[in-house]
């Protein structure tokens, strides 16, 4: 049981942390909490009591390792025992500090919580999965999501493999944080299309256990590292699917980085991809401009739409007798996001390695970056 007293927690800065600021001499209920902080990849720093001085470091009275030599006012977050709350009524008032118990009929702790200035009064073990994501939160340093954005074919062979490639390449060019997600089983790997089927890294299969929350910067650096982008594909092996709950854990993890997020989509619809659809900002449904594809697109839109609000077509062609990318786009009753231009030696490249957009001057380069500046503007500013 976590409850919410007053108010909320103190903003985060990009980038990593320090972990959380433990006081307890409650052994088995310390035992849980550093358990807690080791699932959340954090390394708290641990007192008996008030540190003495503000500043101290790390052991004076409780020992452990020291995350944040600021001590009190500037740990991340304060987890308080609820044995420890009548040693700490001293101390400065701050936010982000949880009072921590295990007896929920103690109706006291409540005044306790307000004696010391607690932002959240929590029993265990009902509340081990707030703290762990809480903890997590604060050390990862949690800012704005990435902008991310979902690519699918409006048919077999639409080319959504290549512009999502595209679109992460420009964007990791542009110096952002950028991740590109194969979220098709079926459809032979992106790190294949990249050229780094052999790369180091983990690749999905690895994430299939994966429950609650996955630390976003231990999700980044396990990953390999393509052209200036990080990549989450598929082995060889023979899984072809990973749960949905760990789909929904790993994507979520991706988007605490910050940067772009690009996911390559299959054309069906699971409960692993509604979990993908449901964090994008933005889909984009590449259709070649001919009727059979508009035909077959018009199911696609209706499945994905279901589930993501913003679906924008991109048109491909050349286009058949009587189409153009307003037409397929009035055909679909979708957005326009734009004509993606057939980019002549692209076969040719790819054979060779380079893998789409990889030329900053090429027509689908040019293409992903005008995209790109659209949805910086429309998402309010820099990611």
């Known amino acids: 049981m976590a409850v919410n007293i007053t108010h909320d927690p103190p903003p985060t800065a990009g980038g990593r942390r320090g972990g959380p600021m433990i006081v307890t001499e409650d052994t088995e209920l310390l035992d849980d ?51 420890a709350a009548r040693r700490v009524r001293g101390a400065v008032r701050r936010r982000g500090v949880v009072l921590v118990g295990r007896d929920q009929d103690d109706s006291g702790v409540w005044r306790r919580a307000v004696e010391i200035g607690a932002d959240h009064v929590l029993m265990l073990p009902d509340g081990e999965q707030w703290l762990v994501d809480r903890i997590a939160d604060v050390t990862e340093g949690v800012g704005r ?13 639409a080319g959504a493999s290549t512009l999502a490639c595209a679109l992460a390449v420009t964007s990791a060019r542009e110096g952002i944080r950028s991740l590109l997600v194969d979220a098709d089983p079926l ?28 630390g976003g910067g231990a999700l980044e650096e396990s990953l390999p590292e393509l052209h200036a982008l990080r990549v989450l594909s ?13 789909v929904r854990a790993v994507l ?23 979990e993908v659809l449901a964090q994008l900002d933005v889909g984009l449904l590449v259709v070649p401009a ?21 679906l924008r077509v991109a048109v491909r062609g050349p286009y058949a ?6 037409e397929v786009a009035r055909l679909l009753g979708l957005p326009l996001a734009g004509e993606v231009p057939v980019e002549s030696g692209l ?34 500013g820099v990611v």
């Open 145 to 157: 999501p990435a902008l991310t954005v979902g690519v699918i074919g409006g048919r077999g062979g």
């Open 321 to 326: 007798s009587g189409l153009d990318d307003r």
């Open 33 to 83: 909490l550093l358990r807690l902080c080791a699932a959340a990849g954090a390394t708290p720093e641990v007192h008996h009591s008030l540190p003495a001085v503000s500043g101290a470091s790390a052991g004076g009275t409780g020992g452990g390792t020291s995350g944040h030599p600021g001590g009190w006012e500037a740990a991340p977050l304060v987890i308080v025992g609820d044995d």
């Open 252 to 274: 979520a993890a991706a988007r605490r980085r910050g940067g772009t997020v690009v996911v390559d989509l299959p054309r069906r619809v699971d409960d692993g991809v509604a």
């Open 234 to 246: 598929w082995d060889r092996g023979d899984c072809v699917a990973v749960p949905a709950q760990a």
């Open 187 to 214: 459809g032979g790997g992106l790190d294949v299309l990249l050229g780094g089927e052999t790369a180091d890294g983990l690749r999905w299969p690895a994430f299939a256990a994966s429950r609650g929350r996955v």
């Open 290 to 310: 001919e009727l059979r594809a508009v035909a077959a697109a018009g199911r696609v839109a209706t499945a994905v739409g279901m589930v993501l609000r913003d």
């Open 347 to 380: 076969l040719r490249a790819t054979e060779s390695r380079r893998p789409p957009g990889t030329s900053a001057r090429g027509p689908l380069a040019r293409f992903c970056r005008e995209f790109w500046d659209r949805a910086l503007v429309e998402t309010g």
